[in-house]
């Protein structure tokens, strides 16, 4: 599992999570991977 460190933002009346640059790059690399594993399954 990944760590992260997320900062959680309120702006008229939405909410907004931030996180570092390299943490997202590395959330869509998993996603990324994961996609293509199922396509593999497919």
Same mark, same amino acid.
């Given at each position: 599992?990944?760590?992260l460190y997320p900062q959680f933002l309120t702006k008229n009346g939405q909410e907004f999570v %931030? %996180?570092?640059s390299e943490?997202?790059?590395t959330i869509q690399k %998993?996603? @990324?991977n994961? @996609?293509?594993l199922e396509a593999k399954k497919s």
């Open positions: 599992m990944i760590e %931030l %996180l570092p943490e997202f790059t %998993l996603l @990324e994961l @996609e293509k």
